[in-house]
T-cell receptor
Framework: KQEVTQIPAALSVPEGENLVLNCSFT??????LQWFRQDPGKGLTSLLL?????REQTSGRLNASLDKSSGRSTLYIAASQPGDSATYLC??????????FGTGTRLTVIP | NAGVTQTPKFQVLKTGQSMTLQCAQD?????MSWYRQDPGMGLRLIHY???????DQGEVPNGYNVSRSTTEDFPLRLLSAAPSQTSVYFC?????????FGPGTRLTVT
């Protein structure tokens, strides 16, 4: 069974800092990997989707990379803002559309 | 375009009661799924459906039933609620490989 791990569980950074969130998965036979953002009491919003054949995806200040062979993905956030404060989850998709989620990294950006 | 909607937002049940969590999407997605989110455990798949009339079990299906009579709707039924089913429940639909989540239902079973 696919196991997805996110470290650290929580992270606090001052505004303006660049940061990296980490995601690791045990089974490299993934179809794709997705990064989500979850605000307190809300649902999940998809941020970036990386297909298994891709190495990275970018959206604005966000860049996600994927290294299937090592079972790792990173989410890079440039020039962090207080509005970036949220929990970030990664999820690896195996066959049949099933997603396996990490437990998330709670990010706090301090003004 | 409302996306994925879920009702109710909050619910309190007594042990042994039954209820249905509603989920609907207006994006004409074939694939829909239900997850539960518990502290420290991440989201876990309960049931999923690849189209109307077709459902299958996920990782934690015990105590839950689903049906899919239309493309739009995918209700989740709790047959006899137990305190272990206290959780936040999310419905999602998948389109072009991307998952779209509803706002969630926070369920407490006493």
């Amino acid at each position: 069974k696919q196991e997805v791990t996110q470290i650290p569980a929580a992270l606090s950074v001052p505004e303006g800092e660049n940061l990296v969130l980490n995601c690791s998965f045990t089974d490299s036979a993934i179809y794709n990997l997705q990064w989500f953002r979850q605000d307190p009491g809300k649902g999940l919003t998809s941020l970036l989707l990386i297909q298994s054949s891709q190495r990275e995806q970018t959206s604005g200040r966000l860049n996600a990379s994927l290294d299937k062979s090592s079972g790792r993905s990173t989410l890079y956030i440039a020039a962090s803002q207080p509005g970036d404060s949220a929990t970030y989850l990664c999820a690896a998709r195996t066959g049949a559309n099933n997603l396996f989620f990490g437990t998330g990294t709670r990010l706090t950006v301090i003004p | 375009n409302a996306g994925v909607t879920q009702t109710p937002k909050f619910q309190v049940l007594k042990t042994g009661q039954s209820m249905t969590l509603q989920c609907a999407q207006d994006m004409n997605h074939e694939y829909m799924s239900w997850y539960r989110q518990d502290p420290g455990m991440g989201l876990r798949l309960i049931h999923y459906s690849v189209g109307a009339g077709i459902t299958d079990q996920g990782e934690v299906p015990n105590g839950y039933n689903v049906s899919r009579s239309t493309t739009e709707d995918f209700p989740l039924r709790l047959l006899s609620a137990a305190p272990s089913q206290t959780s936040v429940y999310f419905c999602a639909s998948t389109g072009q490989d991307r998952q779209y989540f509803g706002p969630g239902t926070r369920l407490t079973v006493t």
